[in-house]
């Protein structure tokens, strides 16, 4: 039998391979509490000497094998934090950043009160955005979510699943490629808000990623095409401009803080018959990494 004290430390000399010391304490942790059900501050406290129950030494054996195989902490536990909400995820899905609720944080504070709005997520992965601006928004809101990966669309349906039960909120979702749109909305009436966190890592910068994520997570998610970086960032101005966004209508993105000022002109551009207002917003660390842009009320090209 294995005390909570030996398995913390077990688990966090074998973690500090594969991570750095306080990350690797950090993991360990929030596998703890996975595994004893207990809050963090609940962790902190209990008797470090209790015995870990059979099925408590099996879940942590198991979680830690699929760690120390180079697993990322949020698919070994299947689980990840997202704002305030904790969201279902599995290999084939992105694991939501930090810098994303950062995202979702921004359009919240201009939308939160703005009555009944109809928003798009373009590219919902896991559905985190769909989630957290559903349960966010006025309550008459219509939150609509677009994907394209079958693996995605089956952890995105769970999650709204979860939303549906915990908030009695709901995200209509739907399947498709924004990069071959050739209609207008699936719900027929175009959207006030549409947002997106599209695929925007160079493959150059791939050499300065963890393998945790190069080996695990859906390269299709990460990488932007080597020969045109911002092409998800043209297919939403096209959509816009094709009767996906509404008079007045919005564009919040999340973008590569190497083409901020790229992206920007060449989405006003696309957009130049709507005269576009668009703005650059940078995220807690300083670095330019969202998109704004503002339509006006002309009639769509």
């Known amino acids: 039998m294995t005390t909570i ?6 688990l966090r000399l074998g973690l500090e391979g594969l991570y750095e010391p306080s990350e690797a304490h950090a993991i360990g942790r929030i596998v703890l509490e996975q595994v004893l059900g207990l809050s963090h501050s609940r962790l902190l406290m209990v008797d470090k000497d209790t015995l870990l129950s059979p099925e408590q030494e099996a879940d942590l054996q198991r979680l830690e094998e699929k760690l120390l195989s180079g697993v990322p902490l949020q698919y070994a536990l299947g689980l990840a934090p997202f704002a305030q909400y904790e969201l279902r995820v599995a ?38 955005i769909a989630y957290a601006l559903s349960a966010g928004l006025e309550p008459r809101a219509c939150v609509e979510a677009l994907e394209l990966s079958e693996e995605a669309l089956g952890v995105a349906r769970a999650n709204f699943d979860d939303l549906t039960r915990l908030y009695g909120r709901h995200v209509q979702l739907h399947r498709g490629d924004v990069l071959s749109l050739c209609q207008g909305p699936p719900s ?12 925007y890592i160079h493959p150059r910068e791939a050499e300065q990623m963890t393998p945790q994520v190069l080996g695990h997570e859906p390269s299709m998610a990460l990488f932007a095409p080597e020969t ?29 803080p190497l083409y901020a000022e790229e992206t920007l002109s060449v989405m006003q551009e696309l957009l130049s018959e709507r005269s576009p207002r668009g703005e650059l917003l940078r995220d807690l660390s300083g670095k330019q990494r969202f998109v704004r842009i503002i339509l006006d009320t002309q009639a769509r090209s």
């Open 5 to 10: 004290f030996e398995a913390e430390q077990a």
């Open 228 to 256: 045109d970086p911002l092409v998800f960032y043209r297919a939403l101005a096209q959509m816009a401009r094709e009767g996906w966004s509404a008079l007045e209508g919005e564009i919040w993105a999340e973008l590569n």
């Open 91 to 128: 290999p084939g899905v992105l694991i939501p950043r930090p810098e994303t609720e950062e995202l979702v944080a921004l359009i919240l504070e201009e939308w939160s009160d703005r009555l009944a709005p109809r928003a798009l997520d373009v590219g919902t992965g896991s559905g985190c």
């Open 188 to 199: 027929g009436a175009p959207y006030d808000l549409i947002v997106s966190n599209p695929p």
